[in-house]
């Protein structure tokens, strides 16, 4: 795939990408400077592409249903400071590979990185009551507080957050299934605080599909919910 078949987030998503091998947490500013330097026809402003970034066709495209966070591509974690996320890194190792001369170097790398945060990832969502109660075979007792600590949201939550949870939990769950497709029944995924089977792996997805359904009501209040102001007073997303 070539620069110019690349949409705009899947550029930004590249750019995120460069921006987070100098540290896992950025800036809106150091993905404003990576996209401008990767795509100055793109990014640059207007009569000036090759010497001044458009800060606000950066900042559009980070916002909103179609831009990366509404992709699930990256995670607030405080004021104009981003991480990319699992579905982020998985996605973008697909995209690495198709679109650079290093591609397979650049996936390998993405791979592991890919690998360690769903160890890490994975290790916080088994510790939750709802997914203690999915793995005992109590799955209807869930509630959708257990749902929100699950997916590592809060009813204040909006849709962003929401859209880049829900793709997080789906990544990590089947990048887990990837990992253990190869193992005996027997063999578990070995986690920092926890050993996880395949039968417990296959009630964690199941809980993740059921959870949605059953909750759609409270998740599409917070689907409509495109305003981050209130979030902001409960915490950093």
Not at 117 to 144: G, I, N, Y
Not at 181 to 204: C, N, V
């Amino acid at each position: 795939m070539t620069n110019d078949r690349l949409t705009v987030p899947q550029k930004l998503l590249l750019a995120a990408l460069e921006a987070r091998k100098r540290s896992a947490t950025f800036t809106a500013e150091d993905l404003v400077v990576e996209a401008w330097r990767l795509h100055p026809d793109t990014f640059g402003l207007s009569g000036y592409s090759d010497k001044y970034p458009d800060s606000n066709r950066v900042l559009t495209n980070i916002m909103g249903t179609k831009g990366m966070r509404g992709k699930g591509w990256l995670r607030k974690v405080g004021e104009k400071q981003y991480r990319l996320t699992s579905a982020g890194l998985s996605d973008g190792e697909a995209l690495a590979q198709t679109n650079t001369e290093s591609g397979e170097q650049t996936s390998k790398y993405l791979r592991a990185e890919l690998d360690r945060q769903t160890a890490a990832a994975l290790d916080r969502l088994v510790s939750t009551p709802a997914a203690s109660k999915a793995m005992a075979q109590h799955s209807d007792m869930v509630t959708f507080n257990d749902a929100c600590g699950f997916w590592d949201i809060t009813t204040r939550s909006n849709a962003n957050t929401l859209q880049a949870r829900l793709a997080d939990a789906t990544v990590l769950l089947d990048r887990a299934t990837e990992i253990l497709a190869d193992k005996p029944d027997s063999e578990g995924l070995k986690l920092p605080g926890a050993l996880i089977t395949k039968a417990q792996l296959r009630a964690l997805r199941s809980l993740h599909l059921d959870m949605q359904q059953r909750f759609k009501a409270e998740l599409d209040i917070i689907r409509r919910r495109t305003d981050e102001r209130s979030e902001k007073r409960s915490r950093p997303v």
